[in-house]
């Protein structure tokens, strides 16, 4: 069996730590970002990901599952001027760092009376540009978008579940329309080195 490339290796050996040692969801993830801030940051890591493939389409590259705790760690690579949709994680964490190129990190907050199921107002309260070194806490349900910038852009997400068959929802801003759905299709992909 190959060997996993030594910076990704470190970074999943940190990770079983702070799992096994902390029983908060949030807490862990908060212990996490710095962690994923060194990765997003290392040159290597960074280089290797200029051939990546594109995620178009509503991929995720899926470098790494936690057979014990369940943590994922993904890539996704935009392509420049990527429109992306405004949408939650369901229940999931994420930590969503930048590796290479730039994007804007857009931050929503529902204004409807949460009534109805299929509807919901949302409105944008924040956008941070994203660069690499910088990583983006995203807790459960909270509705956001990744928008690409004017070149290719990577970045690295820890999530603290598996996406892809858990139901997720996708929203309308303009026509309230929510849309729950399958989330991105998960491409195996592995690092060595
Ligand atoms: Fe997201």
Do not use: C
């Not at 956008?127 to 349900?141: H, I, R």
């Not at 929510?178 to 491409?187: A, F, N």
Request: aromatic share 6%.
């Amino acid at each position: 069996m190959s060997r996993r490339m030594p910076a990704l290796q470190a970074f999943i050996d940190d990770l079983r730590a702070i799992w096994a040692s902390e029983p908060d969801m949030g807490a862990r993830m908060e212990r996490a970002r710095p962690l994923m801030e060194t990765l997003v940051r290392n040159r290597e890591l960074q280089a290797r990901s200029a051939d990546w493939p594109s995620t178009e389409g509503r991929k995720n590259l899926l470098l790494y599952v936690d057979e014990e705790h369940e943590f994922a760690i993904n890539a996704v690579v935009r392509v420049p001027g990527r429109k992306g949709s405004v949408h939650d994680h369901a229940h999931a964490w994420v930590l969503y760092g930048v590796l290479d190129g730039t994007e804007s990190l857009e931050r929503y907050e529902r204004i409807d009376d949460r009534s109805r199921e299929d509807f919901a107002q949302v409105r944008m309260t924040s956008v941070s540009m994203g660069t690499p070194g910088k990583v983006d806490l995203v807790p459960p349900f909270d509705i956001h978008a990744e928008q690409g910038g004017p070149t290719r852009s990577v970045a690295m997400i820890l999530r603290s579940t598996k996406l892809g068959s858990i139901t997720q929802r996708q929203y309308d801003p303009v026509t309230g329309e929510v849309r729950p759905g399958p989330g991105p299709t998960q491409i195996p992909f592995e690092l060595t080195g």
